[in-house]
């Protein structure tokens, strides 16, 4: 059974249609990266799964259940590109508080090694770089011992050095048999993490491969060209129906 699902979903916002009829499967152990423009409808889809939202037609499900069940949220951590905690709070009570939300969470100290958060951990949470808060905000997203996470754009403003300790600390959830949906704007980055990369555009899924069967879309071997190729294809595909 996959991790998580979406079958013909369709997601209306009264005349704009941000989903049209797309198929998303997420299988265990699995990260799969969901990239497109702004405006793709990647958020709407993550919010469905998320049960943040409910589709319009069409059926979303998180471990066979519904994405809003308690069932569903005790097995799926977040880390969403808008998310604020308060600064006065050390990275521990951070975590304690949210451990105490889920029935059984990692013990803090492995929470804390997974994150990459030793020595800094009594520290409160204003005093942090940016670098340091993303860090946390992962910790947050894998404490209550999830099996599913929600990544979106989780380096955006980040230095080449914390994205790529933060890329290591989500290989290490995937290693230990974690499921991600990445969304993100950076193509190095899922061409780094992804199993699977699902390319959506005005609202259906125009692409979907590993990495390497991506960049074979486009007329060098890097990503970026296959992307552009893509939406280039998709868009004139788009003038020739109208």
Known sequence: MPVAELLGVTKRYGPVEALRGIDLTIEPGELVALLGPNGAGKTT?????????????????VFGRPPASYEAKLRRGALLQVAKVPETLRVREHIELFSSYYEKPLPLQETIAAAGLGGIENKLFGDLSGGQKQRVLFALAICGNPDL??????TVGLDVEARRALWARIRGFVARGGSVL???????EADAL???IVVINQGRIVAEGTPAEIKTRGASTGLEDAFLTIMKDTEQAVEEVA
């Open 149 to 154: 996470l929600f990544l979106d754009e989780p």
């Open 194 to 196: 992804a199993h699977r």
């Open 182 to 188: 990445l969304t993100t704007h950076y193509l190095d």
């Open 45 to 61: 889809a993550v919010r469905i799964l998320l049960g943040l939202a409910a589709p319009t037609s069409g059926q979303a499900t």
